[in-house]
């Protein structure tokens, strides 16, 4: 019904930059939040940033004042700019949308597969 696609991954410098993009596409009436996810090999997942169609954002303190994000509503999309990546930065990234379905009564969440960062010299 739902899928998100990500973009944007790779392999970069420490104190280098990416750019992850995320689209949504589908049976879609309304988008609530929409965010990034990310898990290192043999953590949990945590949540990076979210931001509310309302503009409320949340970011975790270890992304503070270099992580972005952003969302353009007319493509459905959220953006994660990404700045003075360190080492402990590298995960699998995971896009997430809060998506109200075309017919259904309620929202549901809705993943993408993810994207590799990895930050090394």
């Known amino acids: 019904q739902v899928q998100l696609v990500e973009s944007g991954g790779g392999l970069v410098q420490p104190g280098g930059s990416l750019r992850l993009s995320c689209a949504a596409s589908?049976?879609?009436?309304?988008?609530?939040?929409m965010g990034w996810y990310r898990q290192a090999p043999g953590k949990q997942r945590e949540l990076v940033a979210s931001l509310s169609n309302g503009g409320s954002t949340h970011y975790a303190n270890s992304v503070k004042g270099r992580f972005a994000i952003s969302r353009d509503n007319a493509k459905n999309t959220v953006y994660l700019q990404m700045n003075s990546l360190k080492p402990e930065d590298t995960a699998l990234y995971y896009c997430?949308?809060?998506?109200?379905?075309?017919?259904?009564?309620?929202?549901?969440?809705?993943w993408g597969s993810g994207t590799q960062v990895t930050v090394s010299s």
């Open positions: 589908g049976s879609i009436s309304s988008i609530d939040v």
């Open positions: 997430y949308a809060h998506v109200l379905v075309v017919a259904d009564k309620g929202y549901r969440d809705f």
